[in-house]
């Protein structure tokens, strides 16, 4: 279960020539900081209304949760079970189905392919189910391939990075998210330390699959707003303390 670290985002922000915690925020929007599933697959989220887009709808009726016309969030199941999904779609269309997936620690979609320097969506799963570093080196292409993206990093613009890397649908909430951890980091919050994910969703009553996605992150804030805390939705150290959980390990 490799984690994102400091030193991995300092590498990445060399080559952005960006500050690293932005870096790190990205990272932890978007997959928790986390490069793989506890199995070591890579992390990925299947989007039913990105295979209804790339083959015209043809499985809406009969595949309806793997297949929309529009985004339904609980159409996802989180962690491995997201595999099932993309098993299903690969059984109905190989190529549509890889694409309709965002793979790993920065969640890159799948039809982003050739935007990361791969002639097919296969090449560009098989590299990210490689080493961890192969994560950071299609983030750094992604993001170089769109200069708007590199300068909106570079100045920290992330109503821009938002728009541009998550799309129009949810820009200000993908803002808001990453302005929050981005100033947790700038705080010196070492949030992808986090170990104990599992532990953390028993105490929040959620299923323990020890990965970090929409679920516990919403869950996160639901406990936070219910105990008077800064509903940032980052297990810091007065929300492990309320939670009854240790300190952060170093």
Request: aromatic share 10%.
């Amino acid at each position: 279960m490799a984690r994102f670290t400091r030193a991995s985002a300092e590498k990445i922000a060399r080559q952005l020539r960006c500050d690293p915690n932005f870096v790190l925020a990205v990272a932890d929007v978007e997959s928790g900081g986390r490069s793989d599933l506890p199995d070591g697959r890579p992390q990925i989220l299947f989007e039913a209304q990105w295979f209804h887009k790339l083959t015209g709808g043809l499985y809406d009726e009969t595949h309806p949760a793997i297949s929309s016309p529009t985004w339904n969030k609980a159409l996802y199941r989180g962690g491995a079970a997201e595999y099932d999904r993309l098993a299903e779609a690969e059984a109905l269309n190989h190529t549509a189905a890889l694409k309709s997936a965002s793979w790993g620690l920065f969640q890159i979609m799948g039809f982003n392919f050739d935007r990361c320097d791969f002639s097919n969506v296969d090449d560009f799963v098989a590299f990210l189910k490689g080493p961890d570093d192969n994560d950071m080196e299609a983030f750094i292409r992604f993001v170089m391939a769109d200069h708007r993206m590199l300068h909106a990093m570079q100045v920290k613009d992330s109503f821009t990075f938002a728009l541009l890397y998550n799309g129009p649908g949810q820009t200000d909430y993908y803002k808001g998210k990453i302005d929050a951890s981005l100033a947790a980091f700038a705080g010196g919050a070492d949030v992808h330390q986090v170990s104990d994910i599992a532990a953390i969703q028993t105490k929040l009553g959620i299923p323990a699959d020890g990965v970090w996605g929409p679920q516990t992150h919403d869950a996160v804030i639901a406990y936070q707003r219910a105990h008077g805390l800064t509903p940032d939705g980052i297990v810091g150290p007065m929300t492990r303390e309320a939670l009854h959980l240790g300190r952060i390990a170093a």
